[in-house]
């Protein structure tokens, strides 16, 4: 496709469980983010990968969140030991550049701890 | 804490009125973003201001971009309904401390627009 595709699109799990939530970005776009946003605020920064490499995880809340993009292309957001305040949407965006460039979204997994 | 945050955090009007939200941000920028975001899912790329411009246009939407304050307005003109949605300013940042690459957004400004 031409967008960036998130999966799932909606996740509900237990607490205490793993999950796993794919981001597959525009092709060629080296820039790829994670943002989690809860209703009404903005998007949190998570972690910012240039390539295959994190440049920047210092928005990771916890080490029960991780994050690789082993080829540099698809991401994987993975979360351990999930808790109800994990509950949130989970944004993933890329861009040809990183920041100087426009960011493209996907539309998100929307994670339901219970 | 975040860098940029928007004011109003709410705006309503009628249609056909003009829009107007702003952007104050900390630290040094090379440009900044705006995007829109209907229903609380993915965010739309409205616009890209590069700090050494002052004003940029597209469509009905006009930015302006002051260094010197550490701020930005979007203007939407002539409103419509279909203009209901949250709206994020998004810059980088160059200050120390700062990631060159990452994108800081604010809360948001949460337009309505009634028919």
């Known amino acids: 496709g031409a967008g960036v595709s998130q999966t799932p699109s909606n996740k509900v799990t237990e607490k205490g469980k793993y999950v796993e939530l794919r981001c597959d970005p525009i092709s060629g776009h080296t820039a790829l983010y994670w943002y989690r946003q809860s209703l009404g605020q903005g998007p949190e920064f998570l972690i910012y990968f240039q390539g295959t490499g994190a440049a920047d995880d210092s928005g990771l809340p916890n080490d029960r969140f991780f994050a690789v993009r082993p080829e540099g292309s698809v991401s994987t957001l993975k979360i351990q030991r999930t808790e109800r305040g994990d509950s949130a949407v989970y944004l993933c965006a890329s861009s040809f550049q990183g920041a100087s460039t426009e960011a493209f979204f996907g539309q998100g997994t929307r994670l339901t701890v219970v | 804490s975040q860098q940029g945050e928007e004011d109003p955090q709410a705006l309503s009007i009628q249609e056909g009125e003009n829009a107007t939200m702003n952007c104050s941000y900390k630290t040094s920028i090379n440009n900044l973003q705006w995007y829109r975001q209907n229903s609380g899912r993915g965010l739309v790329h409205l616009i890209l201001?590069?700090?050494?411009?002052r004003e940029k246009h597209s469509g009905r939407l006009r930015v302006t971009l002051d260094t010197s304050k550490k701020s930005s307005s979007l203007l939407i003109t002539a409103s419509r309904a279909a203009d209901t949605a949250s709206y994020f300013c998004a810059t980088d940042a160059t200050g120390r401390g700062s990631t060159l690459g990452r994108l800081y957004f604010g809360r948001g400004t949460q337009l309505t627009v009634w028919p």
């Open positions: 201001i590069r700090s050494n411009e």
